[in-house]
């Protein structure tokens, strides 16, 4: 087996890792303005407390994985992908930091401020990944340099959004399935 189809295979299960173990995270996320009392929304945060954080090495760990088999393929995606990959980042931080700062305070309008934050941020990723990965199985733009040559919004196609919004409809499965079995 050659080299290159070995660390394919290794960043594929990565990420493959990431969406399987970080996915019921989201969908837990996803879920969580559903709820009807401030109990059901702490039971399932403290459902996925000991895990969340855990479950992101994954996905660092197949962006590096990318960068040190594939570079040209990692700076492609990286360039083209920027501000979706930035929103999706920004979106990690959020619900990282909601998830840490919801019982800091006993305010009513501090939790509903941090469970807001937690299940937008956590749609948001679960969109934008799937988005990202239907641009990817699509096929994204690219000039004879293998520089990304569209724009943000031509990545927002309709088979994309799709394919995001079924990845967040997977996730929000997941979650629930999670919740049954955890609690």
Known sequence: MDLNVIWFLLVGVLLTGYAMLDGFDLGVGALHLLTRTDEERRIMINAIGPVWDGNEVWLVTGGGALFAAFPMVYATVFSGFYLALVLLLVGLIFR???IEFRSKQEYAWWRQMWDVSFSVSSILSSLLLGAALGNIAWGVPLDAHY???????GLLRPYPLLVGV????LFMMHGSIYM????
């Open 180 to 183: 049954v079995l955890k609690t």
């Open 166 to 169: 079924t990845t967040l409809a």
């Open 96 to 98: 990282a930091v909601a």
């Open 147 to 153: 520089e990304f040559a569209g724009t943000f919004l």
